[in-house]
């Protein structure tokens, strides 16, 4: 199993596999745009997910975003993903309780159908027998 979070690339190699310079790394991290891991010593070590934020980054930018452009994308993707988990939640909390909702009103409806007594009904002619009555 791969730890996407485990923070294994040193600077040279997370460059590399993101397609930059490394010392445009050490920019995105000034700017706040990625904070990689650091050993005892101090040196950056970058993790799977770091590279695949700094290849998202690297989109971002060559669609002609800037620094600034970029870090509110991020932050508006974040909050988007958060959202849409949200909305799920919601959702699945909003399915229980309609599930839970229906059950109950099918006890409900059994109950009743248990109390009914079922009643023997005959049709009966009405004769009005009285005098001086006509039919």
């Known amino acids: 199993m791969h730890d996407q979070n485990r923070a294994v690339y040193v600077i040279s190699v997370a460059a590399e596999l993101a ?18 891991a650091r050993t005892g010593g101090g040196s ?8 695949d934020l700094l290849r998202r980054i690297q989109e971002l930018t060559n669609e002609g975003l800037n620094l600034m452009g970029v870090q509110r994308v991020l932050e508006l993707e974040t909050e988007l993903m958060a959202a849409r ?11 229980r309780a309609l599930a839970d909702t229906r059950a109950a009103a099918a006890e ?7 109390d009914l007594v079922p009643l023997r009904q ?8 009285r005098p001086g009555r006509t039919r």
């Open 19 to 36: 397609g930059v310079h490394p010392q445009t790394l050490r920019i995105y991290e000034r700017k706040g745009l990625v904070d990689p």
């Open 108 to 114: 409900q409806l059994r109950a009743q159908r248990r």
């Open 122 to 129: 005959d049709v009966v002619l009405y004769r009005d027998n």
């Open 44 to 51: 950056r070590r970058y993790s799977q997910s770091d590279i």
């Open 85 to 95: 988990a949200e909305t799920e939640a919601l959702r699945e909390q909003a399915n």
